[in-house]
């Protein structure tokens, strides 16, 4: 079982237009634990694992990341 909380639709989609421009997003989100993170990242593909839904980002070196959609708190076209 998860605590996790579907994010709405049109959200979603604002998330694959951003994909599909390659266009990097300023994110404010926190992890499992609570800590919260700020930064510019460019998303690269959203997908569902055990019933909860992903954005793997990458940052400007390039890391790739992965962050729960229901953990984003804010995000801004950067």
């Not at 930064?39 to 400007?60: K, N």
């Amino acid at each position: 079982m998860t605590d996790y909380m579907p994010i709405d639709c049109g959200l979603h989609s604002e998330y694959e237009l951003a994909i599909m421009r390659r266009q990097s997003l300023r994110l404010t989100w926190s992890d499992a634990r609570g800590t919260v993170h700020t930064g510019v990242y460019r998303p690269l593909d959203l997908h569902t694992r055990d019933d909860e839904e992903f954005m793997v980002v990458a940052d400007a070196d390039g890391t790739e990341s992965r962050i729960r959609l229901d953990y984003i708190m804010s995000y801004n076209p950067a």
